[in-house]
């Protein structure tokens, strides 16, 4: 599945599947919240993720780890908005990670280049109207209800037949809405509404998401699946949030190799030399499969086959 050749208005073409770094301004994220409330750290924080290879940044302040509950939304905006005006002053491309369309709206005039909705429109029946207005990418996630009680509603027969079918229903109405359809990437919502089980076979199939036709955003960072798959063996206790970073970069890269537009990740820079090396092999074996490039003969050998 080829699809690094997506581009969307308004934004770079990295050449390759790009690396959108994480970074929650909020007391209760589930493995780094109340790190980057203050403001200033959080810029600090976002310009430092850009040093170390992110090419996007994300800013979210409501937390949505299960079992979350919602924060008010004049809470929310003086998360942030100063955030986002920082690092949007410092020319960082930016993403704001919010389900409520007064916070994207005030985000996208703070600076905010993308909406990331994790409820795909949901949550707030304004924000795709919103969205068009505004006439910026919209990431549409795999969505089945609030993360206060979201763990209940992973129930399928065919995890990843639905789930893309789910987000192929909510593309069709965000653009009935108004958003422009070349303004949509698409997201499987790992972790949200899934188990281990769903997690690991929608990462597994991500060129399903072909027949949907749109950029593909996926975002292992961390994942409670990861936990979850590396256990420790003697106490079934799952390995913590803060040391699943070698695992999120191995299942960043299998998403950059399955042609995933980006990745979202909270630790880049493992991620970001990970994603550079994919497309330095996919273009290696581009040139091999086009006849370009010949391995040289061993130092001292001929090229012609000696005859016998």
């Known amino acids: 599945m080829e699809r690094h050749s997506y581009t969307l208005p308004g934004l770079p073409d990295w050449g390759r599947c790009a690396v959108l770094g994480i970074l929650n301004v909020t007391p209760d994220s589930f493995s780094d919240g109340g790190r980057w409330l203050d403001p200033g750290r959080a810029v600090a924080h976002g310009l ?9 940044v994300d800013v979210g302040g409501e937390s949505t ?14 998360r942030v908005l100063p955030v986002v005006r920082g690092l949007a002053r410092q020319g960082v491309t930016v993403s704001i990670d919010t389900m409520r369309a007064e916070v994207a709206e005030a985000a996208v005039d703070a600076g905010a280049r993308i909406v990331n909705d994790v409820s795909g429109g949901r949550a707030d029946d304004r924000m795709a109207k919103a969205v068009a207005r505004a006439g910026v990418p919209f990431v549409v996630m795999h969505w089945r ?6 763990d209940g509603l992973a129930d399928y027969r065919d995890v990843v037949t639905e789930v893309v079918a789910e987000v192929g229903r909510q593309l069709d109405a965000v653009v009935s809405a108004g958003v422009d359809p070349a303004q949509v990437i698409v997201d499987p919502g790992l972790g949200f509404a899934k188990g281990r089980g769903d997690d690991l076979a929608l990462l597994a199939a991500l060129d399903a998401w072909a027949v949907l036709d749109r950029p593909l955003l996926v975002a292992p960072s961390r994942k409670r699946f990861l936990g979850e798959l590396l256990a420790d063996p003697a106490t079934g206790e799952p390995r913590p949030a803060g040391e699943r970073d070698a695992a999120t970069a191995a299942a960043a890269v299998l998403a950059a190799a399955q042609g995933a537009w980006a990745v979202r990740v909270h630790e880049v820079r493992a991620t970001a030399d990970a994603v550079r090396l994919e497309a330095a092999l996919r ?6 499969g086009q006849g ?7 130092a001292g050998q001929s090229s012609v086959r000696r005859s016998r």
């Open 48 to 56: 430092e993720l850009v040093a170390q290879g992110a090419d996007l």
């Open 65 to 78: 780890r299960p079992g979350a509950r919602r924060v008010p939304v004049e809470e929310e905006l003086a």
């Open 145 to 150: 209800g609030q993360s206060a009680g979201m």
């Open 283 to 288: 273009a290696s074996r581009s040139r091999v």
């Open 292 to 298: 370009r490039v010949r391995p040289d003969p061993p």
